[in-house]
């Protein structure tokens, strides 16, 4: 950084000093490339190719949300596997390197992006590179979310109040009279309120009804669910007189294989998330209902064996921490393309400053880093006082936004009389 800084004036290095945090930073030695008059043609041609073909940055901010996504309950250690490993020499690869320390000590990786190849070449192997990442992240993340969705279809019927919610988490085989040709057990919802005007008028709502055969297996905030047993050729009579006296009958059969069917569904969707997605391979107590953490107020009653809906993880057993596949995908391999994201604002910076300043090479990069937000503004006015004779046509254009800059493409906000390009490291927000 020394020969950078012997060129600026000895009371403008303490400004910078003062405003930023200022590094050297390693840009690909092309020189021996750039004698090669087409490498010169290419050189023009790059920043087309770039733009044409890269959004890394989107890449990455959807990889981080991928990450957030996968967490799902952890999520306050998102950063903790938002790195950038192997970035750096090789003693210090095992090392958790975060993005700002991989950025600050950047150096150009010249075993995976050879100097001495054309920079097309590099572009090319660049391009590839983040183009089997992005793909990657589309198949994988959409195996995830459809996992999530069928998982989400399931656990919707075992939320929401007795009238809407699955019941086969709360019944059991017990509270019913099963294959019987005259007999059968239906299940009511009686309104809080209404609980003994059920218990006095059930038996008399229809002939037929057997006596004393109703019991209280759930309620919620509104009610209750109720078996009444009686004989099959009066259900209709039954279920209209039922309803006359605001009891409602659910239309619910007890059908054993369809209950272990579903829940089996469930259990191997919550495995299959657990186990293959999440960091954290949580299992359920035997016994306990394979739902998820939706604490839906509904107590079975009756029978201490039964599982309670809602449960949380608090009644769970955790078998330890572990990365499941896609974790462990996401973390490699966005430490992967924000590696070669930085090395395309290496190239960028390189390009653009052949192509403004010329030949031979006579320029360095320097990576500044503002101390604080509120001092980008005042970093900006001491660069153009130091560089506006780099390009006093676009100094001027700062402080003039009515200066046009002859075959400008970009608004004016975005060219300066010195080579800059933006890392933004807020991934998240």
Same mark, same amino acid.
């Given at each position: 950084?020394?020969v950078?800084?012997?060129?600026?004036?000895?009371?403008?290095?303490?400004?910078?000093s003062s405003?930023?945090?200022?590094?050297?930073?390693?840009?690909?030695?092309?020189?021996?490339?750039?004698?090669d008059?087409r490498t010169?043609? +290419?050189?023009r041609?790059?920043?087309?190719?770039?733009?044409?073909?890269?959004?890394?940055?989107?890449?990455?901010?959807?990889?981080?949300? $991928?990450?957030?996504?996968? %967490?799902?309950?952890?999520?306050?250690?998102?950063?903790?596997?938002?790195?950038?490993?192997?970035?750096?020499?090789?003693?210090?690869?095992?090392?958790?390197?975060?993005? &700002?320390?991989?950025? &600050?000590?950047?150096?150009?990786d010249?075993?995976?992006?050879?100097?001495? *190849?054309?920079l097309?070449?590099?572009?090319?192997?660049?391009? =590839?590179?983040?183009?089997q990442? /992005? %793909?990657?992240?589309?198949?994988? &993340?959409?195996?995830y979310?459809a996992?999530?969705?069928?998982?989400?279809n399931?656990? =919707?019927k075992?939320?929401?109040?007795?009238?809407t919610?699955?019941?086969?988490?709360?019944? $059991?085989?017990e509270?019913?009279?099963?294959?019987?040709?005259y007999?059968? &057990?239906?299940?009511?919802?009686v309104?809080k309120?209404?609980?003994?005007?059920?218990?006095?008028?059930?038996?008399?709502?229809?002939?037929?009804?057997?006596?004393r055969?109703?019991?209280l297996?759930?309620e919620?905030?509104?009610?209750?669910?109720?078996?009444?047993?009686?004989?099959?050729?009066?259900?209709?009579?039954f279920?209209?007189?039922?309803? /006359?006296?605001?009891?409602t009958?659910?239309?619910f059969?007890?059908?054993?294989?369809?209950? =272990?069917?579903?829940?089996?569904?469930?259990?191997?969707?919550? @495995?299959?998330?657990?186990?293959?997605? *999440?960091?954290?391979?949580?299992?359920?107590?035997?016994?306990?209902?394979?739902?998820?953490?939706?604490?839906?107020?509904?107590t079975?009653?009756g029978?201490?064996?039964?599982?309670?809906?809602?449960?949380?993880?608090?009644?769970?057993e955790?078998?330890?921490?572990?990365?499941?596949?896609?974790?462990?995908?996401?973390?490699?391999?966005?430490?992967?393309?924000?590696? +070669?994201?930085?090395?395309?604002k290496?190239?960028?910076?390189?390009v653009?400053?052949?192509l403004?300043?010329?030949?031979?090479?006579?320029?360095?990069?320097?990576?500044?880093?503002?101390?604080?937000?509120? +001092?980008?503004?005042r970093?900006? /006015?001491?660069?153009?006082?130091?560089?506006?004779?780099?390009?006093?046509?676009?100094?001027?254009?700062?402080?003039?936004?009515?200066?046009?800059?002859?075959?400008l493409?970009? @608004?004016? *906000?975005?060219?300066f009389?010195?080579?800059?390009?933006?890392?933004?490291?807020?991934?998240?927000d």
């Open positions: 950084c020394q950078f800084w012997k060129k600026v004036p000895s009371g403008d290095t303490v400004t910078f405003l930023s945090l200022n590094l050297m930073v390693m840009s690909p030695s092309s020189k021996h490339c750039l004698k008059r010169r043609v +290419a050189c041609q790059l920043p087309t190719l770039i733009a044409a073909f890269f959004s890394p940055q989107s890449l990455i901010r959807r990889m981080a949300q $991928s990450v957030v996504d996968v %967490m799902e309950d952890s999520k306050g250690k998102v950063h903790e596997n938002l790195l950038a490993n192997g970035g750096l020499k090789e003693k210090m690869k095992c090392l958790k390197i975060d993005l &700002t320390s991989f950025v &600050t000590h950047f150096e150009w010249m075993a995976k992006y050879p100097a001495k *190849q054309p097309v070449s590099v572009v090319d192997t660049l391009a =590839k590179q983040l183009a990442i /992005e %793909m990657d992240l589309k198949s994988r &993340t959409a195996a979310s996992l999530k969705m069928n998982l989400e399931l656990e =919707k075992s939320t929401g109040n007795l009238f919610r699955t019941l086969s988490d709360i019944v $059991s085989k509270d019913f009279v099963l294959d019987s040709e007999l059968i &057990t239906l299940l009511v919802i309104p309120p209404s609980y003994a005007q059920w218990q006095k008028t059930y038996e008399s709502l229809s002939d037929m009804v057997v006596p055969s109703t019991k297996i759930a919620d905030n509104e009610g209750g669910l109720f078996t009444v047993t009686l004989f099959r050729k009066v259900i209709d009579d279920k209209t007189k039922a309803k /006359e006296n605001k009891f009958v659910r239309e059969y007890y059908d054993e294989k369809e209950i =272990k069917r579903e829940r089996e569904e469930m259990t191997r969707l919550l @495995s299959d998330k657990k186990q293959q997605y *999440q960091t954290s391979c949580v299992a359920l107590k035997k016994g306990s209902t394979t739902y998820r953490d939706h604490k839906v107020k509904v079975p009653l029978n201490p064996d039964r599982p309670t809906a809602g449960q949380t993880d608090r009644e769970r955790s078998e330890g921490e572990g990365e499941g596949p896609l974790l462990r995908w996401l973390k490699v391999n966005f430490s992967e393309a924000f590696i +070669a994201w930085i090395h395309i290496a190239l960028r910076v390189f653009e400053s052949v403004r300043y010329g030949l031979p090479v006579n320029f360095q990069a320097v990576l500044l880093q503002p101390h604080k937000k509120s +001092a980008t503004k970093l900006r /006015e001491v660069l153009n006082s130091v560089f506006h004779h780099l390009d006093e046509v676009a100094a001027a254009s700062i402080l003039d936004a009515s200066v046009e800059i002859p075959g493409q970009l @608004s004016n *906000q975005d060219y009389p010195y080579v800059y390009f933006h890392i933004d490291l807020s991934l998240l």
